[in-house]
């Protein structure tokens, strides 16, 4: 069984800053790590995905992401956030080669502020 | 978009009362998936399936059934509805080992 912890519930940030958004994840199995957005009173959007090879993966939206399995993290990062990017933020992961479901952390509020 | 449907979007029921919610894709995708939304939980796995008529149990599976007759459609049944139960459940279908998810169908148990 897998478990993820997004260890803010909550991020204000000032437009133009740059943000991380932490994730840690716990596993006895090798994982896939996901990154999805939900934009008020919508469905989920992927972000980005590490399936495998290059620790350091890109997404829409000009986020990236940082697979650290020593540390057990995938952090989300955007260099300089805007208005538009305020969103609720899902850090998931799933057993490789695996089907039975993804396991969500509980979300981040990403804030931003004018 | 995944081309993944939910009906209804939305619902207001009554304790005690059956209700059946419907996910359609027309992907052709072997597993599908329901999932509830709570503040504060994030989404939690209630049924998956991995073909027709073949489902297992996910986190959160008490007071759920759940039917695959068909490759295209996937029902989540609340047998007898509590207020425990008023959430907002999305399916998805799952490919490329991502999951693309559905608008959504939000639930009010009174």
């Known amino acids: 069984a897998q478990s993820v912890t997004q260890l803010d519930s909550q991020v204000p940030v000032f437009e133009e800053a740059p943000v991380e958004l932490r994730c840690n994840y716990s596993?006895?199995?090798?994982?896939?790590l996901f990154w999805y957005v939900q934009y008020p009173n919508q469905g989920l959007q992927l972000l980005l995905k590490?399936?495998?090879?290059?620790?350091l993966v890109k997404g829409i939206n000009g986020f990236e992401a940082e697979f650290n399995k020593s540390q057990t993290s995938f952090h989300l990062r955007k260099p300089s956030v805007h208005i538009s990017d305020t969103a609720e933020y899902f850090c998931?992961?799933?057993?490789?080669?695996?089907?039975?479901?993804?396991?969500f952390g509980k979300g981040t509020h990403l804030i931003i502020q004018p | 978009d995944a081309g993944i449907t939910q009906s209804p979007r939305h619902k207001v029921t009554e304790t005690g009362t059956p209700v059946t919610l419907r996910c359609h894709q027309t992907?052709?995708?072997?597993?599908m998936y329901w999932y509830r939304q709570d503040p504060g939980h994030g989404l939690r796995l209630i049924h998956y399936?991995?073909?027709?008529?073949?489902?297992d149990k996910g986190e959160v599976s008490d007071g759920y059934s759940v039917s695959r007759s068909k490759t295209e459609d996937f029902l989540l049944t609340l047998e007898s509805a509590t207020s425990s139960q008023t959430s907002v459940y999305f399916c998805?279908?799952?490919?490329?080992?991502?999951?693309?998810f559905g608008p959504g169908t939000r639930l009010t148990v009174t």
């Open positions: 590490y399936l495998s090879g290059s620790t």
């Open positions: 998805a279908i799952s490919g490329l080992g991502e999951q693309y």
């Open positions: 596993s006895s199995v090798s994982v896939y």
């Open positions: 992907e052709n995708h072997r597993y």
């Open positions: 399936s991995y073909g027709v008529k073949d489902t």
């Open positions: 998931a992961v799933s057993e490789q080669g695996g089907a039975d479901g993804l396991t």
